[in-house]
């Protein structure tokens, strides 16, 4: 009996036993890749930065709704947070929610508890390891004025870098508040 | 899992800790206010200045929820009721523990995982068990489920 060569070859069992293990192999390379990836997006992530949209009015004119902007990660790592940074930070009432914010006042500072629009103004002192938040557009910002100072551990990442739209890409201006906190010897002189 | 200067074996995310308590464990209502969790010690909304510091992190046992109404051992108000995403924490070793008694609610947010087992040293390795001090449950609890009119 007379059989075709091709197809006796791929019937053998050796054959067979070779595709399995080809297959297999492909397949384990390609977990780990995947693995290895993985790791190096969540290294980056953690420790560069990483990017974020924004949404909702309380950070207007900086960042208008749907903005995209680039946030790193290494600043808070080495706690070198400034005032007037713009920071993202974790909700204090829904963990898995996050906020944009301007710093205003870092531990130790007196701050202004109150709006510009009161007449009488309180002022309080940022606890240690808390920050002062509050957003550029005073009107309609819920911030530190309303809960108080928000703890240093929150703060996920500094807003470095404004990338969407392409018209206003670049770092992002200076507070148009006038609310942050001067050095103690600047405070004599207002 | 990661290691922290507590030496506890952290192997369980807060949203974790959160379907643990109300889902996994939702046949015992009251386990999920024992769990010992760790967070960076902070002030909540008017609480007041703790010794806090970012990098460090504390360890405590979960006395109250979100919603629940509380009795406190000597923080500034009697009774209180926890604010939304915020956990009432308190050691075990009443009186000498720096927990919610002196910095008040804390956010969930700061959470950094459920505390599970001992593991070092070796002869205290054990399960770290979910229980709440003698008299120290909420006095009103936030759920509706059937399971909390025990």
Partial sequence: MITNAESDYSNSPFHQVEMIRRVLGKALGFVGYTIQYGCIAHCAFEYIGEIVVCSGPSMEPTIVNRDVVFSERMTRHLCKIQKGDIVIVKSLFDP???VCKRVIG???????????SNFFK??????????????????????SRSYGPVPYALIRGRVCLKLWPPDGFGILS?????????????CGSD | MSWTSAMTNLCCSRRCLR?????????????????SVSAPPQCGP??????????QKIIKRVIGLEGDFIRTLSYKKRHVRIPDGHLWIEGDHHGHSLDSNTFGPVSLAL????????????????????RLPPNRAPLVTHEHHHDDDQ
């Avoid at chain 1, 870092?106 to 510009?116: A, I, R, T």
């Avoid at chain 2, 379907?19 to 769990?35: A, N, V």
Wanted: aromatic fraction near 6%; glycine fraction near 10%.
């Fill in chain 2, 111 to 130: 959470l950094h995982g459920r505390a599970s087992h001992i593991i070092w040293p070796p002869g205290r390795w054990q399960r770290i068990r979910a």
């Fill in chain 1, 122 to 143: 309180t002022h309080t002192y940022v606890p240690k390891g808390h920050v002062w938040l509050e957003g550029d557009n005073l009107t309609n910002s819920t911030d």
């Fill in chain 1, 96 to 98: 898995n929610m996050n």
């Fill in chain 1, 174 to 186: 200076e507070s148009p508040t006038r609310r942050i906190v001067k050095d103690q010897d600047d």
């Fill in chain 2, 46 to 55: 008017g609480g007041w200045q703790a010794g806090s510091n970012p990098e």
């Fill in chain 2, 19 to 35: 379907r643990t308590s109300l889902c996994i464990r939702g046949s015992d209502s009251e386990q999920k206010r024992h769990d």
């Fill in chain 1, 106 to 116: 870092l531990e130790g500072d007196k701050v202004c508890m109150s709006g510009p």
